[in-house]
């Protein structure tokens, strides 16, 4: 089990670099595969070890030596957040029958989870959900319905449910309020591929807690701060898939034993 953990927790660190990259040249269209040691802020060369995860940041107390600019707190953050992740997957996802739990499937939730991490940064700090976390969703959908660690009808109706739900709510947004970015079609599709991964039901419990989770910082806590920048959504939203992805089926189950319903 020991070993377990390591080999999750080294292969979230190593990971963690690509996420990094994501995070920051994505929303911006910049090449993600070709390394460059550069600021982001300036696009300046700066020495390779400010991009080790984690400890660069930290050596380098948060800023590039040759330019002086602040580092993104993701470049700290992220790799703990992965590593955190790694090894609560060994920890929360067991080898029984009511999660039909393997190895793979421990890697698929895992891979799920860390995109979704992808999405709170970009979607936080720039208002843009990349279309390539939602293609990456889409094809550990596939794997979990091939894998059979998701019913195929439920996550193709979850999709649709889902997409075509949030489309006609911010259709009618735009409607009422005349402002195009009411819901912007990053959180729409985010929906719809989440769906269908998750199925209708965990979806539905993943938008029910990532609601409650927006309304409370939002609506309450960042509302002076944020105010004039508007509210990101699509955060909120991955952390309620990230919690239905690992308790989805024991809260739903715990829910209808409460109602009676077995």
């Not at 889409?138 to 489309?167: K, P, S």
């Not at 402002?179 to 769906?195: Q, R």
């Not at 989770?213 to 004039?228: D, M, S």
Request: hydrophobic fraction near 55%; glycine fraction near 10%; charged fraction near 15%.
């Amino acid at each position: 089990m020991l070993a377990r953990y390591l080999i999750y927790i080294g292969a979230a660190y190593l990971l963690s670099f690509i996420l990094i990259m994501m995070i920051y040249r994505l929303p911006r269209e910049k090449n993600v595969i070709k390394y460059q040691a550069a600021c982001d802020e300036c696009d300046n060369h700066v020495s390779w070890w400010h991009f080790i995860p984690l400890f660069g940041y930290l050596f380098s107390k948060g800023k590039y030596g040759e330019c002086g600019h602040k580092m993104s707190v993701s470049r700290l953050l992220v790799p703990i957040f992965a590593m955190g992740l790694a090894a609560f997957t060994v920890f929360q996802v067991k080898d029984c029958e009511a999660y039909n739990a393997t190895e793979m499937y421990r890697i698929i939730v895992l891979l799920f989870s860390l995109t979704m991490i992808i999405i709170i940064f970009t979607d936080f700090e720039t208002f843009i959900i990349p279309d390539t976390c939602h293609i990456i969703v889409i094809i550990l959908a596939i794997l979990a319905m091939v894998f059979e660690y998701t019913d195929v009808l439920w996550g193709i109706l979850g999709g649709v449910i889902f997409f075509v739900g949030f489309y006609v709510i911010a259709w009618i947004a735009i409607r009422k309020t005349g402002n195009k970015d009411a819901l912007g079609g990053g959180d729409i599709k985010l929906m719809g591929v989440c769906g269908l991964f998750l199925g209708a039901g965990r979806c539905l419990l993943g938008l029910i807690i990532g609601s409650l989770l927006g309304f409370i910082v939002e609506g309450i806590i960042l509302r002076k701060i944020r105010k004039e920048k508007g509210v990101a959504f699509g955060p909120y939203l991955a952390i309620g898939m990230i919690i239905a992805a690992y308790y989805g089926e024991a809260i739903i189950n715990a829910y209808n034993h409460l109602l009676g319903i077995d």
